[in-house]
């Protein structure tokens, strides 16, 4: 299942995370935002051990949301030692969430 990501534990998970790590931001009155959800929950599935895989609701986490410029929903961040590497706006198949996790395995 993936972590619930907060203003409180934002730091502790996703910047000092030795894995890299996919970051949902998401709402539950998003339309959009419920297409990805279960392909992130299959992916925390997948990638337990190998990549943490958490999300954001941005109506309860403000800050993170702000401190990354979140201005469209789903927004998905891929994070490496703790900075943002990749980007991914809008709802997509869960391979192309994938590819984007593989490449930060690397």
């Known amino acids: 299942m993936a972590l ?14 030795k894995q890299p790590v996919l ?6 009155w998003c339309g959009p935002c419920r297409m990805v959800g279960p392909l992130v929950e299959e992916l925390s599935k ?14 309860t986490n403000p800050e993170i949301s702000m401190k990354f410029g979140i201005r469209n929903i789903p927004t998905i961040l891929f994070f490496k030692d703790g900075k943002v590497v990749d980007k991914q706006v ?17």
């Open 4 to 17: 619930e990501i907060t203003d409180a534990n934002f730091n502790e998970v996703v910047e000092n995370s």
């Open 46 to 59: 997948d990638y337990a051990g190998k990549a943490v895989v958490g999300k954001v609701n941005v109506d």
């Open 90 to 106: 809008g709802a997509v198949p869960k391979a192309t969430l994938a590819a984007k996790l593989d490449a930060q395995l690397k």
């Open 23 to 28: 970051l949902d931001f998401w709402a539950e």
